[in-house]
């Protein structure tokens, strides 16, 4: 059964219109930890609307005058953690289709000021928008976010907003995505439930479908940053033949080209080499120094699992990955 497109994108809307005048305990984590930075005071208004499932806002992925776009912006927490790290006029650019959302958020951004010396609300320039269609200009972006806001999309929607992410980053732009994945595919009576997607519980994808879905819209590496248990849809309240664990993803995705032999995705495979010489060179660009963890894409570490060297560990995937890698 399809759903009408235009019925479940109301529904969404509504469900958020609502959540902008009285905060909505349904909506994701709500009461996930904040972020603590040195000097940054979070409005205890904006605190309780943190309707994400993760975290998009990591220091080492900032750098000194990057544009910033944020889509979806609620009551503004992670916009004004990213208007710390930016601090200048319009530095961050904050999207979200929902009025109502965009004036509490408005709201919340001058209740920061009163609280944080250092904030402007002018560093952050709000924009009325669809993530399907971003008020955006093309290669303008050099760091975008979203938390917990695709996963509410049908595939063809997730489709087009991935690639509209695409348009505005700038080359070897990033892309910080926090969601919920689904261990096992969700049923159709769920996933047509538009009141449940719109509360981040119908919508996931699983794993593999989700990094897809992101290579698919032309991002050539993926960082696996966190994996995590996040609900439980069990059988009794959700009408299953047996109980389905949701997890919530961390992930980066770089715009850079798709290599030929496919995306290089990190989920915290590492090689160690303890053999006799100083370093072991696989002939294909990867050097791995004696007794020096190196992170590696899947891609890498199949490759090298192949070679059956005894002086050479890689590791299982962790699905928490920091940098520092080879592919």
């Known amino acids: 059964m399809m759903m009408p497109e235009r019925s479940y994108l109301e529904s969404v809307r509504e469900v958020y219109a609502d959540a902008a005048h009285a905060p909505q305990k349904k909506l994701c984590c709500t009461t996930s930890a904040l972020g603590r930075l040195p000097g940054l005071t979070i409005p205890r208004a904006m605190s309780e609307m943190n309707y994400g499932c993760g975290v998009t ?14 889509v979806g912006v609620g009551g503004g927490m992670e916009a004004l953690q990213l208007a710390y790290f930016a601090r200048r006029p319009g530095a961050v650019i904050a999207v979200d289709p929902v009025w109502p959302m965009l004036e509490k958020a408005r709201s919340n951004f001058r209740a920061a000021a009163v609280e944080n010396p250092w904030f402007d609300p002018n560093f952050i320039d709000l924009r009325e928008g669809d993530a399907l269609a971003l008020p955006v200009d093309d290669a303008s972006i050099d760091f975008a976010a979203q938390n917990c806001l695709f996963n509410i999309f049908t595939r063809e929607h997730l489709a087009r907003a991935l690639s509209e992410m695409h348009r505005v980053l700038r080359p070897h732009g990033r892309l910080s995505l926090s969601d919920p994945i689904a261990t096992r595919p969700i049923p159709a009576h769920l996933a047509d439930d538009h009141r449940l997607r719109a509360e981040c519980l119908s919508g996931a994808l699983t794993y593999d479908e989700y ?51 496919g995306p290089c995705i990190f989920t915290g495979a590492t090689a160690v080499y303890f053999g006799g010489d100083e370093q072991f060179d ?3 660009g990867h050097v791995v120094e004696r007794d020096l963890p190196l992170p590696v894409c899947d891609k890498t570490a199949a490759a090298l699992r192949v070679l059956g060297r005894g002086d050479l560990m890689v590791t299982e995937s962790t699905y928490h990955y920091r940098g520092g890698g080879c592919c």
């Open 282 to 284: 696989d002939g294909r």
């Open 211 to 261: 990094l897809s879905a992101i290579v698919g819209a032309g991002f050539g590496t993926i960082e696996v940053r966190a994996r995590a248990p996040y609900r439980v849809l069990d059988r009794a309240r959700y009408g299953l033949d047996d109980h389905l664990l949701l997890e919530s993803i961390e992930v980066v995705a770089i715009k850079d080209p798709v290599p030929a032999d």
């Open 57 to 70: 806002v990591h220091p080492s992925d900032l750098r000194p005058h990057d544009t910033i776009l944020y």
